[in-house]
């Protein structure tokens, strides 16, 4: 066994806590960049053995989640702001899976969650859900339940990219979608 593989815990491409130095943040330097070889990086093996966009998919199937936030705000035109999201959660020890997510996706960030003790990443942007997270779930679409949930989540960002949200029945039709 190498060097570096006697780090390694039973978790793949997880270090010992006590190694682990880096904090999470979106700033933080990939566990997956070549500087750090002690971590194992499912993306170094062949691109022939891997099929990362569907894997992405099922790995959402299971720990993603789409949502949609409605906040009481005084400046909003009716009173309330609309914030849909995507975000995967996972233990902090298996977050290079998260990594090699906001790589694909490029957008997002990782951040802490303090309630469950995770790590998340999250796309919050209407953009980077309307040109990147929707269009990879139409082309690679969730096996579960959870489709049905992607296809409302679409249904409503597209709504409010055509700015339904800003009249009270579009706003009501989105309200009912949600819940």
């Given amino acids: ?43 170094a093996l062949p691109k022939s053995s891997r099929n990362i966009p569907e894997y992405i998919s099922g790995y959402v199937d299971g720990e993603g989640c789409f949502t949609v936030t409605f906040n009481m705000k005084d400046k909003a035109l009716l009173g309330w702001e609309l914030r849909p999201s995507f975000s995967v959660s996972q233990n902090e020890d298996r977050r290079q899976v998260l990594d090699i997510i906001q790589k694909y996706f490029g957008c997002g960030y990782i951040r802490r969650d303090y309630a469950d003790k995770t790590v998340k990443f999250e796309v919050r942007d209407h953009d980077d859900l309307m040109h990147r997270i929707i269009p990879h779930f139409g082309r690679f679409p969730l096996l579960s339940f959870k489709q049905r949930d992607f296809e409302l989540f679409r249904m409503i960002c597209l709504k409010i990219n055509q700015d339904f949200h800003l009249t009270r029945n579009g706003f009501l039709e989105i309200l009912d979608l949600t819940y």
């Fill in 1 to 43: 066994m190498g060097r570096a593989a006697s780090k390694l815990d039973n978790t793949v491409g997880s270090l010992p806590a006590k190694s682990r130095n880096d904090p999470v943040t979106t700033e933080a330097k990939s566990r997956n960049s070549a500087e750090n070889s002690a971590y194992y990086t499912p993306t």
